[in-house]
């Protein structure tokens, strides 16, 4: 029996400390890329495809009220200490929501030449190529959780990987075989993975003749 305190769980406190660091500095990297207008999109024949239209007008109400608080706190906390450091956490999560916010529009879904790249903010970024793909449609579906981002579906072909907006999915690729593919909480072996676009037609318009093109290359 695992002891308290010992290696394995200062070993899994230390990474979930290291992914929480590394996630907020993406954050503030997402505010820079989005306020110089430098998306995450590498030069070339590749087309961004964006998913954050539904989620856009919620997180700006959340901005706006986040605003008002750090307003708020200043003109009605009478002591000094105390408002301080409601100050700093209500500044941080403002700067946060932002970052969030960002980092949803300056990482886009991409559909390249070889390949396509699935994508979630800072946090979500797997690169599926075109021949492990075997049909890509449109289905629309409602996911167990309206909270968590990814979430995991078993199928008769096995793993669907499902990285959601608002709990919803709209888009599913079958692979012509399982493959291991990165996630936030580590690697995992999936044959199927929906996922949300904003015009989900258009997306699968455009990634059946990537297949095609791949298919007669």
């Not at 390249?112 to 994508?119: A, K, N, P, T, V």
């Not at 289905?139 to 072909?157: A, G, M």
């Not at 690697?187 to 996922?195: G, I």
Request: hydrophobic share 45%; proline share 6%.
């Amino acid at each position: 029996m695992k002891e308290p305190g010992s290696d394995a769980d200062r070993t899994s406190v230390f990474s979930l400390v290291r992914r929480a660091v590394l996630f907020e500095l993406r954050l503030y990297r997402s505010v820079a890329r989005w306020v110089s207008r430098r998306p995450a999109v590498p030069a070339g024949n590749v087309e961004a495809v964006g998913y954050s239209q539904m989620v856009t007008p919620v997180m700006w109400l959340w901005i706006f009220g986040s605003a008002v608080e750090v307003v708020v706190v200043h003109l009605l906390i009478p002591w000094p200490t105390v408002r301080i450091v409601l100050l700093i956490v209500s500044i941080w999560g403002l700067i946060w929501m932002v970052g969030f916010l960002a980092s949803l529009k300056v990482y886009p879904h991409l559909i390249g030449d070889s390949e396509l790249r699935i994508r979630h903010g800072a946090s979500v970024d797997i690169t599926v190529p075109w021949d492990s793909i075997a049909s890509v449609v449109a289905q629309r579906r409602d996911l167990p959780s309206s909270i968590r981002t990814l979430q995991f579906r078993t199928t008769e072909r096995g793993t669907d990987l499902q990285v959601g907006v608002s709990g919803e999915v709209n888009v599913r690729v079958v692979l012509t075989h399982p493959m291991t593919v990165p996630t936030p909480k580590g690697d995992r072996e999936v044959a199927e993975l929906s996922f949300w676009v904003d015009d989900p037609h258009a997306f699968v318009a455009r990634a059946r003749a990537r297949l095609a093109k791949t298919a007669t290359s």
